[in-house]
């Protein structure tokens, strides 16, 4: 019988329904065996990216720190982030930009590191469309999803590549609907997270699909990272710590073993994709991190680009320093 990491943490759950706790009022909590439990709540369900956090469970790592971890399905980073602000999970792993919209409406949390350093922000089309540059685009119609970053960002990502906006035709789609609305031909190219969608979508059609990545032609944003609430941060900064060590070990080493990693996700994830997506996903995944020291360390002027490009061009109000949306020490730990 597979075991997932729903069941892993079955008898927490049924402690925390018998004595009416729920949300972040369980963080922390501590087990008879002197661990903490505690939840990460992904942006979505789990995909290739994810994978680490499995590999990083099933090796140990989480529970050498002292945690026992439950890892749960997202709905889209906007959600995730509101999850983490209202206390009903304790960490969070959403997409930098999306983070960056919610820190300015006034949602109490925090990145603890970016760990996609390339965002994988991409226009995805069938590799038949023979699209080279941005500028094959002219004249195609494109799916996105309005309010997402991409969505905000593509006219001036077009512009930065000699488009004009009226150039290219901009249809609005539902982001549970982009892979269908693309494999049954009804736009020619789509807005999304390549490493996720690409793998998936040729494993559907049995078409090549090919990407343009913002971050190639002059748009980089900086993608997933883990984030936490700043109360849960003021209130247990040792877990924060303990938590982001082993998430850092997690991805190090998956990024040495991804067989290993997709093994690990393949036992204990629920609703994951077959197992040679899954490795597509990772292997995509895996040269987003960046090189330059440990997953999730981060630097001022990268922050400060994707928050620049947030304010030009997707309504960031009052932007502020990097340090309004980042606490660089987690990541950075000694």
Wanted: negative net charge; glycine residues 10%; aromatic residues 8%.
């Amino acid at each position: 019988m597979k075991r997932t990491a729903t069941t892993i943490l079955a008898t927490a759950a049924l402690l925390l329904a018998a004595t009416g706790c729920g949300g972040n009022d369980s963080a922390g909590e501590t087990g008879a065996d002197g661990s903490k439990q505690v939840t990460l709540t992904l942006n979505w369900v789990p995909y290739g990216e994810h994978a680490p956090f499995y590999y990083g469970l099933q090796k140990g790592y989480y529970s050498a720190e002292g945690i026992e971890l439950k890892i749960l399905p997202g709905n889209g980073s906007g959600n995730t982030v509101k999850q983490v602000a209202q206390k009903q999970t304790d960490f969070g792993w959403a997409d930098s930009p999306v983070l960056l919209k919610s820190v300015a409406s006034g949602m109490p949390v925090r990145s603890l590191g970016a760990y996609l350093e390339k965002g994988p922000s991409s226009v995805e089309f069938f590799t038949e469309e023979n699209i080279k540059t941005p500028a094959d685009l002219k004249g195609k119609t494109v799916g996105g999803t309005p309010g997402d970053a991409l969505y905000a960002t593509f006219p001036a990502w077009l512009e930065k590549n000699g488009l004009k906006k009226d150039d290219v035709k901009v249809v609005n789609v539902d982001a549970a609907g982009k892979i269908a609305a693309l494999a049954e031909g009804k736009v020619d190219a789509i807005m999304g997270f390549f490493h996720d969608q690409a793998p998936t979508i040729e494993s559907k059609t049995g078409k090549k699909v090919d990407v343009l990545l913002f971050a190639d032609y002059g748009m980089n944003l900086l993608g997933t990272g883990l984030i936490a609430n700043t109360q849960t941060l003021q209130k247990d900064p040792e877990l924060a710590r303990k938590f982001v060590r082993a998430t850092q070990k997690s991805w190090a080493e998956a990024a040495r073993d991804p067989a290993g990693a997709v093994s690990a996700m393949t036992a204990l994830a629920e609703n994951e994709p077959a197992p040679e997506v899954l490795t597509k996903q990772l292997t995509l995944n895996l040269p987003l991190i960046g090189a330059d020291g440990p997953p999730g360390v981060n630097t001022e002027a990268q922050w400060s680009e994707t928050i620049d490009l947030m304010s030009r061009y997707a309504e960031l109000k009052d932007p502020g320093a990097p340090n309004a949306y980042w606490d660089a020490s987690y990541a950075a730990q000694g």
